[in-house]
Nanobody, 116 residues
Framework: VQLQASGGGLVEPGGSLRLSCAASGSIFSINRMDWYRQAPGSQCESVAVITRGGSTNYADSVKGRFTISRDNAKNTVYLQMNSLKPEDTAVYYC???????????WGQGTLVTVSS
């Protein structure tokens, strides 16, 4: 499985972006799809997850502002980011994992910069 993340860019505070992560190859065994981010000088943190069954979970810092979704037909997971704040500035990575995380795949990262 190869993951291609896209959609990052420069946006003003309060703006919106939608990130995409397209998977090539068979994702039949994928159990969960995550978005992580890493800000300069900080550790990588989980932002949002969507499971095979469609359950979602979010970091407290993005609840109510970010929405994770997927398009099974396109093998793509999205992260809609609204009301962006400067502290959302980071490189965002998508991550797919099989059951019990026996196999984990990472995308290459896409930079989101929130600044006026």
């Amino acid at each position: 499985v190869q993951l291609q993340a896209s959609g990052g860019g420069l946006v003003e505070p309060g703006g919106s972006l939608r990130l995409s992560c397209a998977a090539s190859g068979s994702i039949f065994s994928i159990n969960r799809m995550d978005w992580y981010r890493q800000a300069p000088g900080s550790q990588c943190e989980s932002v949002a997850v969507i499971t095979r069954g469609g359950s979602t979970n979010y970091a407290d810092s993005v609840k109510g502002r970010f929405t994770i979704s997927r398009d099974n037909a396109k093998n793509t997971v999205y992260l809609q980011m609204n009301s962006l704040k400067p502290e959302d500035t980071a490189v965002y990575y998508c991550r797919f994992a099989t059951n019990y995380e026996r196999l984990v795949y990472w995308g290459q990262g896409t930079l989101v910069t929130v600044s006026s």
